[in-house]
């Protein structure tokens, strides 16, 4: 896992509040600042507001990765992957963790509380935060997403 202190934002609705509590605590114990923007509250929520919240703060500068955590992974992935400079992925696997951030940059790991498990999810998140994004042939074709790329 990367070495040095992050700052990351996380953030997901009432579906994914047991998950996202559970990788909220190892990030917080493995002495990264968060930047939490809710929910904290079984009480249902729209995903959206949670995935635009830590989309806004990682774009903004103000978190290097946002966290995201709704029932499947993909409404948040949806919403995040609206603002620019934005690459969400939803994570399954190590191997997808590591893809994503190597050939992607990606920069908002997204996962379903009802389609993964909390350890597999801590490890996916580690490989997630602990790969560096390879450049060279990949960063021409991030370009490429760009708005006007």
């Not at 992925?89 to 509380?113: K, M, P, Q, W, Y």
Request: proline share 3%; net charge negative; aromatic share 4%.
């Amino acid at each position: 896992m990367n070495s040095a202190p992050l700052t990351i934002a996380i953030g997901g609705d009432h579906a994914g509040l047991p998950l996202k509590t559970v990788l909220q605590q190892a990030l917080a114990e493995a002495g990264h600042r968060l930047v939490d923007v809710g929910t904290n509250s079984t009480e249902s929520v729209d995903y959206p507001d949670f995935a635009h919240a830590v989309a806004g703060a990682v774009e903004a500068g103000e978190a290097r990765f946002g966290v995201l955590v709704c029932g499947s992974g993909i409404g948040v992935q949806i919403a995040a992957n609206r603002h620019a400079g934005i690459r969400a992925a939803v994570l399954h696997s190590t191997t997808e963790a590591r893809l994503t951030r190597a050939h992607n940059d990606a920069n908002i790991a997204c996962f379903g509380a009802r389609l993964i498990g909390p350890d597999m999810a801590l490890d996916a998140l580690w490989t997630f935060l602990a790969t560096e994004f390879e450049g060279g042939r990949h960063s021409r074709r991030l370009t490429k997403l760009a708005p006007n790329g």
